[in-house]
């Protein structure tokens, strides 16, 4: 695999965590994403993948993605990628395995990330200082549970923030 100059360059150690409560986030729309999953959990049922619907989550949608689990070995591949991220990266990832991702840079955070989710099968929150088309910015991801018929973990869903102008061309370096 060729390594590819990030899009988005760290400009700072990624943090990663478990979340208990869509406060903590400062992206209004990956709050509400958060809180969206909340009150979806807290109806008595777990969310499945349809929880990614595209008219609740219009707000984000670009922002988005859906990563199904493989069980054993555990691995998880791109279901959906949102235009917003492909357009960052450069890359359709749609299809791929997360640990192929082309820019071995955020490849451990991401794989820690998914691993976490599906272990706990909790919401695990992620920031780290960024900077992407010129700019410094906050990243933050939220990466949620999603269940299967099982009652396990099938797939994972993401929202995460982006610069203002995120519709501008992706510059490389």
Same mark, same amino acid.
């Given at each position: 695999?060729?390594?590819? /100059? ?5 400009? $700072?150690?990624? $943090?990663?965590?478990?979340? &208990? ?20 959990? /807290? ?5 499945? &993948? ?6 609740? @989550?219009?707000?984000? @949608?670009? /922002?988005?993605?859906l990563l199904e689990v493989q069980a054993d070995p555990l691995r998880?591949?791109?279901?959906? +990628? ?9 890359? =359709? ?6 640990? =192929? ?10 794989? &820690?990330?998914?691993?976490? +989710? ?5 919401? !695990?929150?992620?920031? !780290? ?12 991801? +939220?990466? !949620? ?6 009652? =396990? ?12 102008? &995120?519709? =501008? ?5």
């Open positions: 695999m060729q390594a590819i /100059s990030p899009a988005i360059t760290p400009q $700072s150690a990624p $943090s990663l965590g478990f979340i &208990k409560q869509a406060g903590e986030i400062q992206d209004s729309n990956v709050r509400q994403f958060l809180q969206l999953w909340f009150d979806a959990r /807290s109806n008595g049922q777990m969310p499945g &993948k349809d929880f990614l619907d595209p008219l609740r @989550l219009r707000f984000l @949608l670009g /922002s988005l993605s998880f591949r791109y279901r959906l +990628v949102g235009t917003d991220i492909v357009q960052r990266l450069g890359h =359709e990832l749609t299809g791929h395995w997360l640990d =192929e991702h082309p820019d071995p840079t955020w490849r451990p955070f991401l794989l &820690k990330g998914a691993t976490m +989710v599906h272990h706990a099968a909790m919401p !695990v929150y992620g920031h !780290v200082q960024a900077r992407t088309l010129g700019m410094d910015w906050l990243l933050e991801v +939220v990466a !949620v549970p999603l269940f299967g018929p099982d009652g =396990e973990v099938a797939y994972i869903g993401a929202g995460q923030s982006f610069p203002p102008y &995120k519709t =501008e061309a992706t510059g490389r370096a």
